[in-house]
Each structure stands twice: as structure tokens, then as C-alpha cells.
């Protein structure tokens, strides 16, 4: 029995040594060591059968023997769990240095959003806040407000869109809108641009669209006065057109402002002389504006006897176009990427 002993243990320790996976270990543990069929536990039950001195010698090597194959069987079984943990780790590790994948073709600005920006730029390193308001308005905000009456051409359906069956809520005709609302919100003093889009009931043309932008400035403080607001207007004009372009302020009637100018400057394309652009005037109107009428002031909660103001509009839209050389206001709309996609 004792040379059977060590022939089992030589071929189990030789075999678990061998094994390929985890399911093949067991498979050697029920073969050797099974309570039922294992090899080492049928020549335990073949003990009795002995004498008392071989008996006491073949249980001594036989207890070995199972101390020897269950430490193999142990020391196997961890170090399949490391491989198979370490195989794991390495199909779910990154590599960092895969090169970067490549990039679809990038998009580009649309030629209001590069207008928009730069003005931005301008305003908040002059220390304007930048503000937004919603394009649905109240009736209110969009003319109440800014001292338009009822009689004003502005309040006419064939100038305004109007929510149906709510006509005290309309698609914004422009960002004024939101000048009450600053002053109400933020108080005097008070500096900031209002970008966003407008909506009126035009007659579509090359030079009329029913949805366009503007860029709304409002600037509150003691003691404002127009040369406040011409100091504005010419710093944006040299930033949009150059230094040393010029501005004249025409009067102008706005309900919103008293008195109301429109702030031309010189033609950028023929310095003056006259072309298509300007209709030969020399001149391009490109920011109205004026002193903040006092009943516009008292709606937003300001006294105006203790605060004054001015407030400029500027077309986006139509600087855009003068900037990029656009002959149609519709191609800023059409979704066409064979437009957006030249600048």
C-alpha cells in the first residue's frame, strides 16, 4: 500500500501541477480527494483490512500525502485566479498613448455669432454686463413699458407678431424689450448689451427678413448726458471700422428716447465718396439711440431726477452683412451650409 501511496501522490501533484484552468482543478480534487470516488479516500477504507502496526504506518503516509496534494491543489487554484485577474486588468487597462483618433471636419461660426462676439468683447472690456431676455414678451416689456402708446404703428398686427388668442403677448420686435427688465433687476447704476433675435411682420426682400438680430445698450448712472453716448458709439465704431471713422448724430424719433438721434459713420467701402452701399450718401446708419425718455426710467423703478441714461441699438444683422459683403438679409436664415460654411 505504501508504494501505491506514493505512486497516487506522485501523479496527482503532477497533474495538478498541469492544470490548464480552474475547471480542470476540481476535476483532479474529486478525482483524488473526493469523499465518495476519490482514489485517496478508497485506499483509506482498505486500512482496516491491515495489522495494527501497517496500519498506523500507511495512515501516517496517507495523511501526508492529502496535506501534500491539498496544498497543491490551494497553491494552483490562487495562482490561476492571479493569471486570470491579471488577463482581466489588461483587456480593460487604456492605453494613454494611442495617438489621438482623428477629428470629423470642424464646424463653423455663423457670421452673426463672429459679429456678436466682437462686440461682446468690446462691451465687457469697457465693464458692460452681458444679458439676455425671452423672445415670447409681454406686451408690457415690449412696448408699455418703453413709452410706445397704443396708437403707435409698432402695436399694429401688420408690424408685430402676436401670440393668437393672446394679444398681450407677442414675439419680441425688439431687444428694448429687455431695458425695463435690467432696471428692475439690477438697479442704478447699470451697464449692459442685450443680444438676441427679433421678430416682425415684414415683407421678405433682400434687404428685409422677418427674423433678424440686434445688439440693445444701456448704460444709467448721475449725470449722463449725449456726450456719454457719443464716446460709446465712436469707440465702437473705430472697433468695428477702423480708427479715425467718423460719426454724425441726425435726429431721430424713437418713444423710448428724448431726444433720439441715428448714429451714422462714414461708408467703410468709399470712405465718404459715395457708392452702392451707402446709396452714394457717404453715410451708414448702423446705431440709433438716445437719452432714456424719464417715463422709461420711472417704469423701471429709477428716479430720474436722481439718475439719467442713454440707450444704442445696433443691427447684427446688418452689420454682418456689411462686414462679410452679404446682398441678402434671407441667406442669414436659409440653413444653407454651402453659406455658413465660408467664414
Known sequence: MLEDLKKLKDEALNAISAAADVLNLEELENRFLGRKSGELTAMMKGLKDLA?????????????????????????????????????????????????????ERGHFHPLTLVQQDLEDLFLSMGFMVLDGPELESDYYCFDALNIPKTHPARDMQDTFYVKNHSDWAMR???????????Q??????????????????????RHEH???????????????????????????????????????????????EPGVRGEVTCFLCKGK???????????????????HPNVLREGGI??????????GFGLTRLAMLKYNIDDIRLMQSGDLRFVNQF
Open 303 to 312: 428716479d430720474p431726477n436722481v439718475y439719467q441714461g442713454f440707450a444704442f
Open 52 to 104: 495494527d502496526d501497517a496500519k498506523r504506518e500507511a495512515g501516517a503516509v496517507m495523511n501526508e500525502v492529502k496535506s501534500a496534494v491539498s496544498e497543491a491543489l490551494a497553491t494552483k487554484r490562487n495562482e490561476l485566479a492571479g493569471v486570470g485577474q491579471s488577463e482581466m486588468l489588461s483587456a480593460e487597462k487604456i492605453d494613454i498613448t494611442q495617438p489621438s483618433l482623428p477629428i470629423a
Open 211 to 257: 427674423t433678424f438680430d440686434q445688439l440693445e445698450g444701456i448704460v444709467i448712472d448721475k449725470n449722463i448726458n449725449f456726450s456719454h453716448m457719443k464716446g460709446v458709439m465712436q469707440a465702437a465704431a473705430d472697433y468695428l471700422y477702423g480708427k479715425g471713422t467718423e460719426i454724425r448724430l441726425m435726429p431721430k424719433y424713437y418713444p423710448f428716447v
Open 274 to 292: 459715395g457708392c452702392r452701399v451707402c446709396k452714394n450718401s457717404g453715410w451708414l446708419e448702423v446705431m440709433p439711440g438716445g437719452i432714456i
Open 185 to 206: 433687476k439690477y438697479g442704478a447704476s447699470l451697464r449692459a448689451i442685450v443680444p438676441g433675435r427679433c421678430f416682425r411682420n415684414e415683407a421678405t426682400d433682400a
Open 173 to 183: 420686435p425688439h431687444t428694448s424689450s429687455v431695458q425695463v427688465r435690467a432696471m
